[in-house]
């Protein structure tokens, strides 16, 4: 399985990575980017299964990178992860086509139980 | 300052969720939308305040600052530093554009209206980071002080005991206003212990 994290923060992709548990995290190739273009070009040449993506982000920030990787890819698995923890910004991510929220930061018990629930949504894609 | 470069790393992360959260609270307190921006942070020396103060006063119009006190393993003090165009649009963020037109706007209510904000996101950004940090923080009532008393303010600081100041360069953005402002929180080498320690410990939860 491939995944992107986008953050521009060094210390919150290193804090995500790890959050990922650890039997997922060995079987996985993962790749980072510091702001949204540099996601949207990723994704268009990685093809990850999942991205996890960060709101506030120079450069392109994470709703920009979002609107454009769902244009590039109706079908793409993109969990946002963010500070902004306002309603109208949830409703604004599941609108542009995100497949879920969380506010930061991730603790792993948390990330194991996003991990169920996104493998659930790969699985109703790919029925 | 006794931090290293990742120990620097990772409080502006955390000061970066907890401002967030702090500005998240703003705009569900007066229903609007905010976008958040990410804060600058900076640790500098205390000695620096008045020098950077007495700049932004003369050529930048600066003309509030907030002070609030705060207890805990994580303690000290936090100022808040506006420009009067700011302050003004805090007003215009706190009252509706129809009570407005009723209100008679004086620096009265700019000066409580400031309060108010500066109360939310110094408590709310200090509070977001003791408690991601496993602690907790208690608050004394916030007091304003104007242009004339703000170089005052700052000697006394100057020769209280704080040794470190972390200085956080922020913008608000509301859907119409927009306020521009210096969060700095003081504090003394034994709560700056006490951060670093947290901070390691915070990570090794994620080794």
Known sequence: MKILVVDDSGVSRKMLIKSIPENIREKCEIFQAENGLEAVEKYKSDSPDIVFLDLTMPIMDGYEALKEIIEYDPSAIVFVI???????????????????????????????????????VIDKKLD | MDFTKDDQEILGELINIAFGSAVVQIADLFDRFAKLHVPSIELISPQKLGVYFEGKIDQEGYTYLTTQRFNGNFCGETLFFVNENSARNILNLVYEASELDSIDVDSSEIKESLLEIANILGASCVGKLSELLESAVTFAAPKINEKTSILSILKTLAESSYDSVIFVKTILEFEDEQISGDLFILSRSDSIEWLRDALNSFMESYS
């Open chain 1, 82 to 120: 963010s500070a902004d923890i306002q309603q109208k910004a949830k409703e604004r991510v599941l609108e542009l086509g995100a497949s879920g929220m969380e506010s930061k930061p991730i603790k792993p018990e948390k990330m194991t139980s996003i991990f169920y629930y996104l493998m659930d």
